[in-house]
């Protein structure tokens, strides 16, 4: 295959995975809703990842990495996953309320400005890369975009009649549910 059909390929992968990642936060609200608890949801999706990416090890025969490999990685890589786990509950909270345009946003803004960051200083094994007038200028633009589309946001939700009920509203009004108004991690009501 070409060098130009496979980067070609990679970067409709990369827009479409873009648009399943925007897809996430509603779905994964709405499962919060359906189990009545936002961390069986979380525990849900990672079960559900857990054997999807089994499946996938299995048909491919993916190897099991030595413990010698193991033992030699840097204990941050562990992280990742927890990484992955804070990112699904603060969906779950932040898109009800938030809508997906802002929320998937904001996330971009955290991503471009910590991007940055960990290139211009080498983290996380990185080959430096410092911070010029161009990716700074890049990073603007992508915070000054973010922000006009978080701004068209907070002004249609302050006319009436032009927002959907939320999905926490949804899951308050359904009787089946109504036990889970006030969803709880670690006893603190959330907001």
């Known amino acids: 295959m070409p060098t130009g059909w496979l980067i070609g390929g990679l970067m ?39 054997c999807a990416i089994s499946l996938v090890a299995i048909i491919t025969k993916a190897p099991m990495p030595d413990g010698q ?10 992280l990742g996953a927890l990484v992955g786990v804070y990112q699904v509950l603060v969906s779950i909270f932040a898109v009800p309320r938030l809508g997906v345009a802002p929320f998937i946003l904001l996330v971009i803004v955290g991503q471009i400005c910590a991007s940055l960051l960990y290139d211009h200083f080498g983290l996380f094994d990185l080959k430096i890369r410092p911070v010029n007038v161009q990716a700074m200028l890049g990073a603007t633009l992508v915070i000054i975009g973010a922000l006009l589309v978080i701004w068209r946001s907070i002004l249609v939700a302050r006319q009436p009649g032009q927002i ?21 991690i670690g006893g603190k009501a959330s907001p």
């Open 12 to 50: 409709v992968a990369a827009i479409l995975g873009g648009a399943l990642i925007a897809a996430q936060g509603p779905i994964y609200a709405r499962m919060a809703v359906g189990l009545g608890n936002p961390i069986t949801a979380t525990l849900m999706a990672f079960l559900i990842a857990t």
């Open 69 to 78: 490999a193991v033992r030699t990685m840097p204990p941050w890589v562990w």
């Open 164 to 184: 959907k009920p939320s999905i926490a509203l949804i899951f308050c009004q359904n009787r089946r549910e109504s036990r889970l108004r006030n969803l709880t």
